[in-house]
């Protein structure tokens, strides 16, 4: 549906376990920020969002396959794809990358639903947000 938004991320000592590998719970951290740059990227803000459409994003499913670890120092990018919109989800394909080299070091599917602030029950994405 869209094409792969890159979001440059750097390992920092705080990522890492004893031995300098990014801990695996970290991951989810870079995807997310990945996705949320690119809401803003394409104009949407998510606290805006909420107060004035009282809408926010949840991660409901995550597929991961770890294929390298990251470690300290290291110079990343995470990608994000919008693979598919339903009428109240939209699901990700993202991927974590060495820089320069490109090696793949991670790739998974993420499902975010669109939920009501105040209930967190599914809400219908408005279309505006996401023009054909």
């Not at 919008?82 to 989800?89: I, K, T």
């Not at 790739?107 to 408005?126: H, I, K």
């Amino acid at each position: 549906m869209s094409s792969a938004f890159e979001w440059p991320i750097r390992v920092y000592y705080e990522d890492t376990d004893a031995g300098g590998v990014v801990y695996h719970a970290r991951y989810l951290h870079f995807l997310e920020r990945a996705r949320s740059e690119w809401l803003r990227s394409i104009g949407i803000d998510q606290s805006r969002l909420k107060q004035e459409r009282g809408l926010v994003f949840v991660v409901s499913r995550v597929s991961l396959s770890f294929r390298s670890p990251a470690k300290l120092d290291d110079a990343l990018f995470a990608t994000c794809v919008l693979a598919e919109r339903r009428g109240a989800s939209l699901r990700f394909t993202q991927e974590l990358r060495k820089a320069g080299s490109g090696k793949l070091l991670l790739d998974g599917d993420v499902l975010a639903a669109c939920v009501s602030a105040d209930s967190f029950r599914p809400a219908t994405l408005p279309r505006d947000l996401f023009p054909e």
